[in-house]
Structure formats: C-alpha cells, structure tokens
C-alpha cells in the first residue's frame, strides 16, 4: 500500500503521524507527505490537525481526517492497531527530538482545553520508544506529576540520560517530595507550568517550586485571549518578570491581531527589552493607539 499524510502544520511534529508511519512502514507499505500531483496513486490519505485555526481548504475530502483541530471530529481516533503501534521518526528525518508520555487524558476540565473530551480522564500509559536519533526527550503529559506512576517515570528518564523537557505541571498541586525528586534528578530538564487563569495567585506556588528547582529552569506559559482582559494578561506578564520567572504568552487564536501582537512581544525578549507593549505595533492591534505629537 501507498499512504499519504497531509501536512498542514509543517511545524508540528504530529504524533499521529509518528504511529501511521511505524504501523505501515512495519507492515512493508510506503509511507510519504501527501502530494496533490500523485493524488491517484495513494490507498490511504490521512490529515491530522491541532489547531481549529489552521487553513484546511487543501485537504483532500477523501483523506481520513482527527485531531484536536478538527474540533467536529474530537471523538475520532486512530485504529486501536495504529494506536497501539510504536512511533517512526523516519518521515522527520532532522527532528532530533522524542515525543513520549507516560500519562494521557486530564482531570482538570479547563473549559479552554479538549484533552479530557479528547482523552479521558487521567490515566497512565507504558512510554513508547524513543527517537534513535534523539537527544531530548519531550514529556508530553497533561498533568505529568498528577499520576500515579510520576516516581517511576522519573527514574525512567534518569536512565535515558538525555535532557528532559516537562510540558505538563501543574503548579497548584506540586509537592516537596516531588521537588525533592526533582532536585536529586542527574538529568538536564526544564519544567513548563501554566498560569491560565489570571483571577488566581500563581507566583506563590511557582516560588515554592523555584525552592527546589532553579529559575532558570522553569518556563510559565500564560493563556490569552479566551478569559482575560489586556490589563490581565499584562499583570501577569508584569509580576512573572518581577520575580524572576520566564513568561511566554499563548493565543488562544493565534489569528486574532492583538494575540499576535502580545505573543510576539512577550516571546521575543529583545522586543520586550526594547518597547513596552503599550506602544508596540499598535496599530495593528489597538484601534486606538495613543499618538505622541
């Protein structure tokens, strides 16, 4: 068999893609990115999408189509042979990276987010192998230290030896014994916290995490665009930067100018060092700037 994956967000590294890739390619079927010049000559075609604001007009209608941006589509998932198939890195041939959970699913229900529909609720899961080229390992997990087996996985990754990036931990829950953990861990690793909800105090559960890990260490994601106001997402901003913390703004609609304007600023920090963001771009996202005469 021939398949075809569609690649709309070509800077998204797509775990599904990463499955349909070792599920064919060990069956002995060819696996390539879509083209619309050999459209014919596939027998399967698949598009996976995970952002709603992505352009899909040049989607195939006959393509098998998931993922979170489709949000019509949330309860579609991959055959349980796919899912249940180990990744091939083959079809990012530079990615030097390894996707891996040990948690999927989230108990949280933030109305913002589709993990739980899309998921579950909390529940662990044996990590998959790793990229043979990698030499960073990405720990995708919604609410990493929220599990069960939190400890094991740590140890796991202690043994892989390489860098370790947490994308899912939850500040409000976060203990001393696991930063005890942490603080023991002869590994490189950065933590990625969330501060969604501007009504709630954050800095002083992040400053008892930054007791146990460096600051430097640790990256705060802050939502914007959804429940917050410009004066919101500015304060956190504000005091994320006062003491001594790493903001980094995400959109909620990455398409709406004035997130595209704050996440830039923010993002960027020679820009953020250089204008406030009161006077940076206005134009294209303040219908009305203040004019200095």
Known sequence: MKIG??????????N????INGYYKNKGDVVEWYSPLFHGSYDKIYCSSLFSFTDKSQVPKEAICGGTGFPELISVKLPLEIEEAQPNYS????????????????DWACPFCLVGKKEGKLHTVKPKLLNPKGKEVMVMDNSFFDSQCWREALFYLEKVGQKVQFYGVKAKTFTEAQGLALKQLK????????????????????????KFVP?????????????????EDQMRSDLLLANG???FAMPYDKTEPYQKARARWENHKAIRKTVPFSEYRQGAWNPNPVVNL
Not at 187 to 210: T, Y
Not at 219 to 227: A, D, H
């Open 215 to 231: 600051k430097s260490r640790i990256r705060v994601y802050y939502l914007i665009g959804y429940w917050s106001t410009i004066e």
């Open 5 to 14: 994956l569609v690649n709309i967000e070509p800077k998204i590294i797509n």
């Open 187 to 210: 590994i490189q690793f950065v933590l990625h916290c969330a501060w969604d909800n501007p009504k709630e105090q954050m800095i002083p559960h992040l400053q008892f995490i930054a």
């Open 16 to 19: 599904a893609y990463l499955l």
């Open 91 to 106: 079809i990012y041939p530079k990615y030097r990276k390894s996707i891996v959970w040990f948690s999927r699913g989230c």
């Open 245 to 247: 913390f790493d903001g």
